[in-house]
């Protein structure tokens, strides 16, 4: 695992789980080595801790670690790494969400650490009218009310256009749970009328030389995988590599719902 945009190769691999969350983050429950422990029990041979990193975000609770946390995080994973040396492969990642108005902070952290892996995602947006950002990943009735007081087009065409200028701008390896915008919104298909800039995002996805995500939170969610088949068989056909993350919050989840991507990814005729 390394940050330099590495080779990820087909096919698959179903041994590592490259997207889990701890109780740093601040909405996620369990220690790192609850984690580390799960991830023994479901036999894998790697995992990936993708904690959050948001700069000049104004909202409502903060989701995200200071400075002061990734010590702490680094500290205790390198801790994990040596316990479990020989049992497990424990990655110490970021799951960096972009705001556009503070990139080059964003930059300037990224490049401070070594990362295991540089997840690029976007979990808020600034609208024109309002002083806090939305918070497009939450299922607190708050954050979907003031969601649904905007036309979803306008949100979702911010939400790609960050990923997309996210893309280009940070040294990121993986593109996180492309299509899971406003996925708490009532009967919103997160990609409609999206297809152009998704597709153009992909494009850049495989320029940068990155990995997209099959983040199988989407299956307790929507009963799907973020991102859908249609977007996955886009990136199959631009022969971008995917790589599986359960976006655990809780240790439990960890490899959760790896064997259903098997079918998947086999129905697909992956090489």
């Not at 790589?243 to 919050?249: A, I, N």
Request: hydrophobic share 35%; with cysteine; charged share 25%.
């Amino acid at each position: 695992m390394t940050t330099n945009h590495p080779e990820k190769k087909l096919p698959l691999d179903y041994k590592t789980d490259r997207h889990v969350h701890t109780s740093f983050c601040g909405h996620a429950t369990g220690e790192m080595e609850e984690y580390v422990l799960a991830a023994i029990e479901q036999n894998l041979d790697g995992l990936v801790f993708l904690e959050h990193m948001e700069e000049e975000i104004s909202a409502a609770h903060c989701t995200w670690l200071s400075e002061d946390d990734f010590d702490l995080f680094f500290k205790e994973g390198r801790r994990l790494q040596e316990k479990y040396r020989g049992r497990i492969e424990i990655g110490l990642g970021v799951e960096c969400g972009y705001n556009p108005a503070a990139a080059q902070q964003l930059l300037s952290r990224l490049k401070s650490r070594q990362w295991a892996e540089i997840g690029i995602s976007c979990h808020f947006v600034k609208m024109k009218d309002s002083k806090e950002h939305l918070n497009l990943f939450s299922r607190k009735k708050e954050s979907v009310e003031k969601m649904a007081l905007y036309e979803r087009e306008e949100i979702l065409t911010l939400y790609f256009e960050s990923l997309l200028e996210a893309v280009q701008t940070l040294p990121g390896t993986i593109l996180c749970h492309l299509d899971a915008a406003m996925r708490f919104l009532p009967d919103i298909h997160p990609t409609h009328n999206q297809m152009d800039r998704i597709e153009h995002l992909l494009d850049r996805v495989k320029e940068q030389g990155m990995a997209l995500e099959l983040n199988t939170s989407g299956m307790t969610i929507r009963g799907e995988q973020f991102p859908a088949r249609t977007i996955l068989e886009m990136a199959v056909s631009r022969k971008i590599p995917l790589v599986l993350g359960s976006d655990s919050h809780r240790p439990k989840t960890v490899g959760a719902h790896f064997n259903t991507m098997k079918n998947l990814i086999a129905s697909m005729h992956l090489p």
